[in-house]
């Protein structure tokens, strides 16, 4: 896969194509474990050229509550977890977990159920929520305005980074790579004033606030 998938340095035990299923029919289709390595929940995603256009690009397990992407394969061994919103994002670093989806201003970020999980298993690490590249993406510097606001360490893009690359998928694909490492993500993290002067930053360069 020219998207590194298979080889990703985090990416899920199995990972399954539906070729019959009406609705998933040639989606791929991530398992959602949870921290005994059962699956709970899952999500298909668009995979065919033109899919998007006609398909949602994601399609979740009807009547089953959201757990936590990939957190199964949290590890103490690293001091943070890596709070990504897409599950694909989530295969490039270790330690990474994925919510899948936040709205738009950045509230309602959990499920009941992985709020549990968050409060239990990843109750120790320190947490660190990582969103597609806020020199990019309108939506990120909101939601992460938002976690910045309400608390939350938040991984601000470099500049370098930023304005070349959407998300750390988009960084693998292009520069080869299968694994960002957990210091890159830390050396660039913020909480507090200091990542809502980081992010103002970034307004200016986008020409919203002067």
Known sequence: ??????????????LYLSLTDPVHKNR???????????????????????????????????NAEKTLFNIDKVSNDISSVFIFEGPINAFFTKNSVAVAGITENGSATFTEKQQKQVDTTLKWLDKIWVLDSQWIDTASRKKSET??????????????????????????????????????IQKNTFEGLEGIVKLSEIKRFNGLCN
């Open 1 to 14: 896969s020219n998207r590194r998938l298979h080889t990703a340095v985090n990416r899920p035990d199995n």
């Open 28 to 62: 791929l289709v991530l398992p959602f474990k949870n921290e005994h390595g059962d699956i709970e929940f899952y999500q298909s995603r668009t995979i065919l050229p033109g899919d998007n256009k006609t398909r949602p690009k994601y399609v979740s397990r009807i």
């Open 147 to 184: 976690l910045l606001l309400n608390g939350e360490k938040v991984f601000i893009w470099p500049e370098k980074f930023g304005k070349q690359f959407k998300d750390f998928n988009d960084i693998c694909i292009k520069c080869k790579i299968d694994e960002i490492s957990a210091e890159f």
